[in-house]
C-alpha cells in the first residue's frame, strides 16, 4: 500500500480573522472574501489560502508560527504604484497660500517655492543624507498603513547628475527597508529654467536614459504628456528611447487638457496611463484593448480641487484595468492607501470591493508585478496587512483609521502595533 504523500508544511499561520480577503484574479466577487479565513505561509510565499478546515487537510500547521489577527482582516499588502517618494522639504507655503487665494504670480514675488521647478530648487539644495532621511520617514509612514510595495519616480531633478542621484537614493532606500521601492526614471517632468527645450529633450535621450538603464538605476521611463510640459511628439521620442535600452513605458497625460496622450499610450502598449483626467470614452476603450492599466488618484484630484475629477468610473465600466495610487509627492502629501480607497468610493463611485482591488491587484498590474505580488494566492510573496476592522467594507467607512496592525513582507513581521 502507498504512503500517502506528505502535507507541505506551513512555517507561519495567519488566524484568527474576520476575513481573509484574496483579492485573487478570478475571484467573482472581486476580494476573495473568505469569512473566518486563515493564510498559511511557507518562507516568503504564500502555501495555503482557505477556511480552517480546508487549510487542515492541505498543509501540515505542527511547529507553524502563529501570526494572530484579532478578529480583523487580512488582505495583500497596498501596491502604490504611482509616488515621488524622494524631494525635499514641502511646499506647504504654496498649498495654504493657494487656500488663501493667492495667485501663483504673488506666490512668486513672496519666494516661495511653487510646482515642480520649485522642488527641484529645493532637491539641488538638499545634501543626499536629507532626501533619504526624509523620504524614508515617508516609506515608514506608508509600511504603517499597509503599503508593502512602492513606486517611486524621479522627475525633481531636471538635469542628468540631479535624476541619478534621486534614482540612487531610491535604490538606497530599497537595499535598506522593508517596503519594496520599484524606481521610475521621470526626467520628462518639468523642462528646467534656463535650457533650451531642445537642449534639455536631447539630454535625456541621449544622456540621461542610456546612464539609467546602463546602471540599472530604474525598471520604468515615463513622462508628462500634456499641455504645457511635453508635447506627442515629444513624449513619443522620450519613451521610444527608454524602449530601446530596455525600460519599460510609464505616462502622466491628459490630466488637465486632451493633446493625445492617452492614444500615444494605447500605440506603444505602455504599461500604465496616469491621471486620465480628460480621457474620451474611445481613449479609455483602446487603452483597455492595448492591455494598459489606468492609474487614478482621488487625493490629488482633491489635493488640487480638480474641476475636471479622472472618469474613474467610466474606466471600470468599459472594462479597464485600474490601479488606485496616493500621488505621494509635495502637491499631494499623502502616506495612507485606505484613504485612497475612501476618497474613490464617495468621490469616484467605486464600490468597497473594487477600490480595494485596486489599491492591491490593481496595483501590482500597472508595475507589471501582478504574476508575483497584489493578490494572496499560492505561490506568490507573502506581503500582507492585518488591519483592525471587522470587515473590508470599513476601510471605505471608516475615516482617519490608517494603520494597519500587523504587516508582513516577504513572510516577514515587519511592523507591528494595535490601531489607535
Not at 477600490?355 to 506581503?383: F, N, V, Y
Not at 490608517?402 to 513572510?411: I, S
Request: net charge negative; charged share 20%; aromatic share 4%.
Amino acid at each position: 500500500m502507498n504512503k500517502p504523500a506528505a502535507l507541505p508544511r506551513a512555517s507561519v499561520l495567519i488566524t484568527g480573522a474576520a476575513q481573509v480577503l484574496t483579492c485573487a484574479a478570478d475571484a467573482p466577487d472581486l476580494v476573495g472574501c473568505i469569512p473566518g479565513g486563515e493564510v498559511a505561509l511557507a518562507g516568503d510565499t504564500v502555501l495555503a489560502v482557505g477556511s480552517p478546515h480546508e487549510l487542515r487537510q492541505r498543509v501540515a500547521l505542527d511547529g507553524a508560527r502563529v501570526v494572530p489577527a484579532h478578529g480583523g482582516i487580512v488582505l495583500p499588502g497596498f501596491v502604490d504604484s504611482h509616488t515621488h517618494l524622494v524631494f525635499a522639504g514641502s511646499r506647504v507655503a504654496e498649498y495654504s497660500g493657494r487656500l488663501r487665494g493667492e495667485s501663483a504670480a504673488a506666490l512668486a514675488a513672496r519666494g516661495v517655492p511653487s510646482g515642480i521647478r520649485g522642488t527641484a530648487r529645493l532637491v539641488r539644495e538638499a545634501g543626499r543624507r536629507q532626501l533619504e532621511d526624509e523620504a524614508r520617514e515617508r516609506l515608514a509612514h506608508m509600511l504603517a498603513c499597509g503599503t508593502t510595495t512602492v513606486e517611486a519616480k524621479s522627475g525633481y531633478g531636471l538635469s542628468t547628475a540631479q535624476e541619478i542621484r534621486i534614482l540612487e537614493v531610491q535604490a538606497a532606500l530599497a537595499a535598506s527597508q522593508p517596503v519594496r521601492v520599484v524606481s521610475t526614471l521621470l526626467a520628462a517632468h518639468e523642462f528646467p529654467e534656463g535650457v533650451p527645450r531642445e537642449e534639455y529633450l536631447r539630454e535625456i535621450v541621449e544622456d540621461i536614459i542610456p546612464v539609467v538603464a546602463r546602471q540599472r538605476l530604474a525598471v520604468f521611463n515615463d513622462v508628462y504628456c500634456d499641455e504645457g510640459y511635453y508635447t506627442v511628439t515629444e513624449s513619443r521620442r522620450v519613451l521610444e528611447a527608454g524602449l530601446q535600452h530596455g525600460l519599460k513605458a510609464k505616462i502622466h497625460t491628459d490630466a488637465y487638457s486632451h493633446i493625445g496622450g492617452a492614444a500615444l499610450a494605447a500605440e506603444l502598449r505602455v504599461v500604465s496611463a496616469d491621471h486620465l483626467n480628460h480621457a474620451s470614452d474611445r481613449d479609455l476603450a483602446a487603452l483597455r484593448d492595448a492591455g494598459v492599466t489606468g492609474v487614478v488618484m482621488p487625493a490629488l484630484d482633491f489635493a488640487v480641487a480638480h474641476p475636471k475629477p479622472t472618469p474613474a468610473r467610466r474606466m471600470l465600466d468599459l472594462g479597464l484595468a485600474v490601479a488606485l495610487a496616493t500621488d505621494m509627492c509635495p502637491g499631494c502629501w499623502l502616506e495612507a492607501m485606505s484613504f485612497v480607497i475612501q476618497l474613490a468610493c464617495r468621490h469616484y463611485a467605486f464600490r468597497p470591493e473594487e477600490a480595494l482591488r485596486a489599491a492591491t491587484l490593481g496595483g501590482a498590474r500597472a508595475l507589471d508585478l501582478h504574476e508575483r505580488i497584489g493578490s494572496l494566492e499560492p505561490g506568490k510573496q507573502a506581503d500582507i496587512a492585518i488591519f483592525d476592522l471587522p470587515s473590508y467594507e470599513d476601510l471605505a467607512y471608516r475615516f482617519g483609521r490608517a494603520r494597519a496592525r500587523t504587516v508582513l513582507r516577504a513572510g516577514e513581521v515587519v511592523h507591528e502595533g494595535a490601531a489607535p
